[in-house]
């Protein structure tokens, strides 16, 4: 784990985008909850077939990351002009 203090962490009511390895799109999640370890996310957009769900926080050298549903969350993905395929 890193001491940097200036890299990206996921915030509360922030919508971040994932990304798979396999797909060619976004996947638009919105922060709910977070502790020192675990961030809680949900689908921005479908939060009814992507329920809520904890994810452990692993801190890079630049941001923090978590997986959610296989979907790979970096805090630095908020920008908000990505495709999103699955919105």
Same mark, same amino acid.
């Given at each position: ?10 915030? !509360? ?15 638009? !999640? &919105?922060?709910? =909850?977070? &502790?020192? =370890? ?6 921005? &957009? ?20 978590? &997986? ?20």
């Amino acid at each position: 784990m890193t001491t940097a203090t200036n890299i990206a962490r996921f915030q !509360v009511g922030e919508t971040y985008y994932g990304s798979l390895a396999c797909a060619h799109g976004c996947f638009p !999640v &919105t922060c709910i =909850k977070r &502790t020192a =370890k675990c961030v809680w996310f949900e689908h921005a &957009t479908m939060p009814e077939h992507y329920p809520a769900a904890r994810a452990a926080i692993r801190e890079g050298s630049r941001y923090e990351m978590a &997986t959610f549903r296989r979907w790979i969350i970096g805090a630095d993905q908020r920008d908000e002009s990505m495709n999103m395929q699955f919105a």
